[in-house]
């Protein structure tokens, strides 16, 4: 039902560029400190390595610039492929890591400029690759600002920017390196410039040129974002000009679109000799996943649901009757992408996207779904669903901003002895959103970069400089927010639907800024309490916890370690945990052989990649990690006691133990096990 309020005067509207600061700042201060290619996902670290061998080689080639055996170990097969010339690439593709290369480029200028160091200057460049999605996303919410003011006015507007960044996973993506927020602005900048050239008939084509660019850019980024380039037809056949002008945007736009494409084609080419086989081609016997389960769980499951990480999206799709009404070019061109992307994702075997925050598949259609909001909000009963659907999903965000979803995983892998499963996705009990408040409840929230930049080795006038950076970013922004300029022709536009206010009331833009840096400066002291915390509280709270502090000669100290229960019967498990930390970067595989012996006889073995989910080379010096072992009690050996021996070795070529600094090429543990056979 279509809603209409009083039109207030209003006192202005903000500026998009003060929009787009604020978000950059807030961005800018929540980012999480960049160690030692700490990239959350292999996607990601995958992007960045051909980023960098773009930069230092000129060439999308890896194989001087990827450790192979060190960093993906068994994944290599995935990700990693051979082509007919004997080249590695990645299996992605290169529209990622293209827009990252400007950055990195000049992170390396800077380093070399403030810091002799080649360690200083590589970690400039990883930091520099995570400013992609903080840029990407500042400017989504830019841009929304814009769309949204041009259908529904300013102070809509606002609203629907504000719930984009602090309400719905899209806000925590532009924080994290995956290419969502850059598809996010890809899609937006092609349905608003579509906007705008039906509104220029005389720059139509060149409108359209520039809306294909970003269409099949976001095909370059993911091959996935096929399925929404028919929307974006469908949307410049309903709001494109008519005549002469709309064949202009129509060809404008297939030709900014088939130049992306067609490099895309050519790189698949000089991977695999052939332009139509993508780097999922090994994975296309894996999409016919059940659609029904895709779906739930992409939408309503506990582990991924769009609607628990994005409320304000079902409010707007609860609007969408009165958004056809009003806007039926936008409602209909924006239902069929995401039913083009349901469709997709729905059926791919990884639909759930793994180690992730939410359904990250769909964070890049979340801007368009918000569009729906400037319906609800012009009525009080679509105003208080609004704002309750907002403050439900900012609880839901807090742990998605604050605590690093690795560490959940990670734990949730340690706790369950598997690296992902599909069903823990629809049990309430391992969601995210329960698992990470719980994490940051005990004070284990996430380092930001802005209180430890000297840790990870950035050059100090670079820190500084990014923290003065910050602060201007928000005040820049806070002041655009509370004194705007005066009102715009956009905002007093004839297509605006009537009853929409012009302006946004300064008391509330005042309010708004003032809770704003009230939740940042809560962020900051419940960082710094929790960086207090972890200095004063030992690592290590099992009760059968005992400290070894025992150094390995290439820098690998082993400080702990614990067995619940050293009694075991043939067939049981044994559940052990150690607690390591590297005083130096380590850039070798390793593994850790546990062996139990009797009488100076080897009986069996607990061999252990170390560890599995986080290869040693990628390890931070100075942090602590722990490392899970469940090691099967043969069947069939005696029982008594058992001694354990513990030492690391190199898997690989030219292989043999590495001795601790007395000499030794392995330690005792001081508890031994026993093994009792049934009566």
Known sequence: MTCKRKTRAGDGEPSPWAIGALALGLLMAVTGATGEEIFYSVD?????????????????????????????????????????????????????????????????????????????????????????????????????????????????????????????????????????????????????????????????????????????????????????????????????????????????????????????????????????????????????????????????????GLFLYAPSVLVSLLSWPAFWKVRRSEAAAIGLHALGYLVLYGTWWAWHGGWAWGPRFLVPLLPLLLLGLGTALRCPAGRWAVRISGLLGLAVQIPGFAVDFQKYYAALYIERGTLFEEDLIFRPAFSPIVGQWKMLLRGEGLALTLFSFESTGIPIPISMGYRALVVGLLLGGLRGLCLPAKASAAATSPEKPSGSPSGFPLWMRKWIAGWLLLVLLGLNIRIWLTGISQVLQPFCHEPSCQPLHVRFSNGLELLAWSLPSPVAQPGGTLRMRLWWRAAEPIREPLSVYVHFQRRDQLIFQGDHEHPAFLPLPEWIPGWIYPDPYEIQVPMGIPSGEYRIRLGLYRRHPPGGRIPTQSGEDGIWLPQPVWVLSEP
């Open 44 to 304: 990601a670290a995958a992007m960045f390595h051909t980023a960098r061998a773009l930069l230092e080689t000129g060439e999308p080639d890896v194989t001087s610039i990827v450790r192979v055996p060190v960093i993906w170990g068994s994944s290599r097969a995935r990700f990693l492929h051979a082509s007919p010339h004997g080249l590695l690439y990645m299996k992605y593709n290169l529209g990622q890591p293209l827009l990252a290369l400007p950055l990195l480029g000049l992170g390396k200028a800077a380093a070399s400029l403030i810091s002799p160091h080649a360690e200083a200057s590589y970690k400039l460049i990883v930091f520099m690759y995570f400013m992609l999605p903080v840029l990407a996303m500042a400017a989504t919410c830019a841009l929304l600002y814009v769309f949204a003011r041009e259908l529904w006015g300013s102070r809509a507007a606002l609203w629907i920017s504000g719930l984009l960044l602090l309400t719905t996973p899209a806000g925590p993506y532009g924080k994290y390196p995956f290419a969502e927020a850059s598809l996010a602005l890809c899609y937006l900048s092609a349905y608003l410039l579509i906007f705008r050239g039906g509104r220029d008939r005389g720059l139509a084509g060149w409108y359209g040129f520039l809306s294909g660019v970003f269409s099949g850019w976001s095909v370059f980024i993911r091959e996935g974002a096929i399925a929404g380039l028919p929307a974006i037809l469908l949307y410049i056949r309903l709001r494109g000009p008519e005549g002469t002008a709309g064949w202009r945007m129509l060809r404008g736009w297939g030709i900014g679109t088939a130049l992306p494409i067609l490099a895309a084609a050519g790189y698949n080419f000089l991977r695999f000799g052939n332009p139509f086989q993508t780097g999922y081609f090994h994975e296309m016997d894996r999409l016919a996943h059940p659609l029904g389960i895709g779906w739930f769980g992409l939408l309503l499951s506990p582990g991924k």
